[in-house]
């Protein structure tokens, strides 16, 4: 069953901690993706990577941070340093190339508490 | 940057009723790319458009762009209760670096 994992659904941080979120992907696919969602808003890229070891800030990249060891996996740690981290967080993956769909994961919902 | 604006924000209609939503950028657009979100879900796409002008349907769903492919639009015949969500437009301008646009949240009452 081909897609994109990401875990855990929900996540709970006290401030002053980091936290990763997990994006697995077996769709065989160069490139993938975070993006933050708040509520009621649109998508805003956080960082992404199109070759392993390799990865580019997006336009809200400050305060987290990500790797890319493996072609399938691509976590994202929410440091201490994110202000506002309370978020809706969106993994994707896609094949390199203007023009190609896009396919996201469920996403993770993070509170701060 | 690039910004992609879309409007309205928000949008009730009546079971039955029509819907648009217009998605408009002060640049040329690349390619746009068109997804649904669903309550709680991800995003989902739905169509790519490339030619200025050009038109595409799916059952009840137009998709537009314009002829100077500055803006684009989702006409949607027709609604029903499971076209609820939030529709989003995306500028492909960067290969695969998509700039989304705010999102225009579809409530339809049946």
């Known amino acids: 069953d081909g897609g994109i994992t990401q875990s855990p659904k929900y996540l709970f941080r006290k401030e002053g901690q980091n936290v990763t979120l997990s994006c697995e992907q077996n769709?065989?696919?160069?490139?993938m993706y975070w993006y933050r969602q708040d509520p009621g808003q649109g998508l805003r890229l956080i960082y992404y990577?199109?070759?392993?070891?390799?990865?580019q800030k997006g336009d809200i990249a400050e305060g987290y941070s990500v790797s890319r060891e493996k072609k399938e996996s691509f976590p994202l740690t929410v440091t201490s340093a994110q202000k506002n981290p309370t978020a809706f967080y969106l993994c994707?993956?896609?094949?390199?190339?203007?023009?190609?769909?896009?396919?996201f994961g469920e996403g993770s919902w993070l509170t701060v508490v | 940057g690039q910004q992609v604006m879309q409007i309205p924000q928000y949008q009730h209609v009546q079971e039955g009723e029509d819907f648009t939503t217009y998605c408009n950028s002060s640049?040329?657009?690349?390619?746009i790319q068109w997804y649904k979100q669903r309550p709680g879900g991800h995003p989902v796409f739905l169509i790519q458009?490339?030619?200025?002008?050009e038109v595409k349907k799916q059952k009840r769903l137009t998709f537009q762009f314009g002829e100077a492919k500055k803006n684009s639009s989702l006409h949607i015949t027709a609604t029903q209760t499971t076209d609820v969500g939030t529709y989003f437009c995306?500028?492909?301008?960067?290969?695969?670096?998509?700039?989304f646009g705010g999102g225009t949240r579809l409530m339809v009452k049946p």
């Open positions: 994707a993956s896609s094949i390199i190339g203007s023009g190609n769909t896009i396919y």
């Open positions: 769709l065989n696919h160069d490139a």
């Open positions: 990577s199109q070759i392993v070891n390799d990865f």
């Open positions: 640049t040329t657009l690349s390619n």
């Open positions: 458009l490339v030619k200025s002008g």
């Open positions: 995306a500028d492909d301008n960067a290969g695969n670096m998509l700039t």
